[in-house]
C-alpha cells in the first residue's frame, strides 16, 4: 500500500502563490508515476500535471502550463506543485495520485490510471 498526504492549499488572491506538497509513504519503491489532479464543484476530476519517479518525464495541462511547476525530492518521498499567477478558476480541490506504472503524456493525464490517491487539499483563489 501506499499512502499520500497532500498539505499546502488554502485562500489566497488572484495573482499570488502556492505551493501544494503531496508526502508518500509506503510501499513507495512500487510508484512510478505521480499526478496532480483537481475538481471544482459539479465539475469532472481534472488532469493538472505528473511526473515519473525515475524517468522525469513532465506534463502539465495546458490551462496551467508556464504557470504551475511539479517536482520531486527523492530522497523526501515527496511531491510539490508549485502554482503561481493562481486565478479564480484554478479554485477546486487538489489530489495527489501514484501508481506502478511510468505513464507517458497520454497515460498519465487520465485519472483510471492511477491507484493511489490523497485525501485533497482546498485552494480557493478569490478574485
Known amino acids: 500500500q501506499v499512502q499520500l498526504v497532500e498539505s499546502g492549499g488554502g485562500l489566497v488572491q488572484a495573482g499570488d502563490s502556492l505551493t501544494l506538497s503531496c508526502a508518500a509513504s509506503?510501499?513507495?519503491?512500487?510508484?512510478?508515476?505521480m499526478g496532480w489532479f483537481r475538481q471544482a464543484p459539479g465539475k469532472e476530476r481534472e488532469f493538472v500535471a505528473a511526473i515519473t519517479w525515475r524517468g522525469g518525464r513532465i506534463y502539465y495541462a495546458d490551462s496551467v502550463k508556464g504557470r504551475f511547476t511539479i517536482s520531486i525530492d527523492n530522497a523526501k518521498n515527496t511531491v510539490y506543485l508549485q502554482m503561481n499567477s493562481l486565478k479564480p478558476e484554478d479554485t477546486a480541490v487538489y489530489y495527489c495520485a501514484a501508481d506502478s506504472t511510468p505513464y507517458g503524456i497520454v497515460g498519465g493525464r487520465l485519472p483510471n490510471n492511477y491507484h493511489y490517491w490523497g485525501q485533497g487539499t482546498q485552494v480557493t483563489v478569490s478574485p
Open positions: 509506503g510501499r513507495t519503491f512500487n510508484t512510478d508515476s
